[in-house]
């Protein structure tokens, strides 16, 4: 049985998973493939911290470049994370001709427009299932299994700390700071959470599908990103009274000659799929023309459920030497020559619903005067509803929109903002609920 050797740059959580499973299920993988996948190689900085896993002698190393030059390497994983020394050792790979599999999404978000095209020179693949999703089988269902759809828009939670966060403060009432505590404490969080709650993270991940979906180059830059720091128990607890609730969400619909792209904290309805996704599980609902909606859902994360996702990517890879084929599939949705540079919809041009919140003086005249404003600016009221007691004087207005346009929108914020009667910064929160429209 033909041999393919490995080479595992990075042995943090991740990668000490795909070594477990390349190891401890070798005999199985290779009867489904056909083939021995060997772990020649691992490199990793830390050669001193004991993982769990009995690598034979020389195995382990910490010279990175010792595994990238080695002429009988066949495949390449790269698990180091970051952009500059990952991208670099990736790029040095794909000169020397390996196939290489990845699971980062922050990378290929940034230069992963470079990264298939010197891939594509050297006729090599690349394989990134674990950047999207964790185990959910994302990219591979919109490249493969969805082939003959014409992709009309995707809408998905991915990333499983803001969700865990959001679950906690609607079902436990927590604060959002208590809830980010409890998720670090379990290790959904990284000590330093901001790529996560602040929405980085999802964004990463909606820009490489976008691609996938629409064939279109990979544009982190233009996408809308908005994190869920600011969102509050008294929002969370006010969209459950009126049916809703909140996740954040990565909104991807194609309309003709744009993109729309977003990431932002979104209210959906009770009987939306998503809704009922919490915890720290991701899901992603994708319409396609011939399938309508389907719903991927899983583990986003997590040592044993990303490292399930990379294997599968390695067992593609060795199929694919197996066959002597490069290029059965392509690194995107479309042959790279049919990859478009399409426009992401500018964000003061979307069309959605909103969520309004305003804590004012109780006084007459104070909902004429923000009612006014709205109205000057086209923006046509659902609901408005007086909730709660009056605070310091104060009481919370929330209203709910029929569809309006965001430029309009922040021009009435900015004037309403202003107003006197106004006693505190008003709340927003965009709402995709399509029962909408008259």
């Known amino acids: 049985m033909r ?21 401890e299920k070798k005999d199985l993988i290779s009867s489904r493939i056909g083939a021995v996948l060997e772990l020649k190689y691992v490199a990793d900085l830390d050669t001193s911290l004991d993982r769990g896993i009995k690598f034979a002698e020389g195995v382990f190393v910490s010279d990175a470049s010792k595994v990238v030059d080695d002429p009988e390497i066949d495949i390449i994983i790269e698990l180091i994370g970051g952009e500059k020394i990952a991208k670099d050792l990736i790029l040095r ?6 196939q290489i599999v990845t699971a980062n999404k922050a990378l290929l978000a940034s230069s992963g427009n470079e990264i298939f095209k ?49 679950s906690k403060i609607t079902d436990d009432g927590s604060t959002f700071e208590a809830a980010l505590l409890e998720a670090q404490i379990k290790g959904f969080a990284e000590a330093d959470p901001t790529l996560d709650i602040e929405g980085l993270d999802t964004a990463h991940k909606l820009a490489v599908i976008n691609s996938i979906a629409y064939g279109m180059e990979i544009n982190l830059k233009d996408i809308y990103i908005e994190g869920i720091s600011k969102i509050t128990p008294l929002d969370i607890e006010f969209a459950g009274q009126f049916g809703y609730r909140i996740k954040l969400l990565a909104i991807s619909k194609h309309r ?5 792209a977003r990431v932002h904290p ?32 899983g583990k986003g994360a997590g040592m044993m459920p990303t490292a399930s996702a990379i294997i599968s990517d390695i067992a593609d890879l060795a199929r694919n030497i197996l066959c002597g084929s490069v290029g059965r599939v392509p690194l995107l949705s479309c042959q790279m020559t049919n990859i478009r540079s399409i426009p992401i919809l500018p964000v003061d041009e979307i069309l959605t619903q909103y969520y309004f919140r305003f804590s004012s003086q109780d006084r007459p005249g104070v909902l004429s005067k923000i009612s006014g404003i709205l109205g000057k600016y086209g923006i046509s009221l659902k609901s408005v509803h007086q909730k709660g007691r009056k605070t310091n004087g104060s009481v919370p207005i929330v209203m709910f929109t029929h569809l309006c346009r965001e430029e309009d929108v922040r021009k009435a914020f900015d004037e309403i903002s202003k107003l006197d009667v106004v006693s505190s910064k008003p709340a927003l929160i965009r709402i995709e609920d399509d029962s909408e429209e008259d």
């Open 3 to 23: 041999k393919i050797n490995i080479g595992l740059l990075g042995c943090g959580t991740v990668g000490t998973g795909v070594a477990r499973i390349l190891l």
């Open 93 to 98: 790979a794909i000169d020397n001709k390996k």
């Open 118 to 166: 010197a891939a594509g020179v050297k006729g090599v693949d690349v394989a990134y299932e674990a950047s999207v999703g964790g185990c959910m089988p994302v990219i591979k269902s919109i490249r493969e299994s969805l082939i003959g759809n014409n992709i009309s828009s995707m809408t998905g939670i991915l990333n499983g700390t803001c969700n865990y966060i959001l």
């Open 256 to 260: 003709g000659n744009f993109v729309e």
């Open 266 to 297: 979104t209210m959906i309805p009770f009987r939306n799929m998503l809704s009922n996704v919490n915890g720290s599980l991701n899901a992603v609902t994708i319409t396609g023309d011939d399938v309508g909606d389907i719903l991927l859902y």
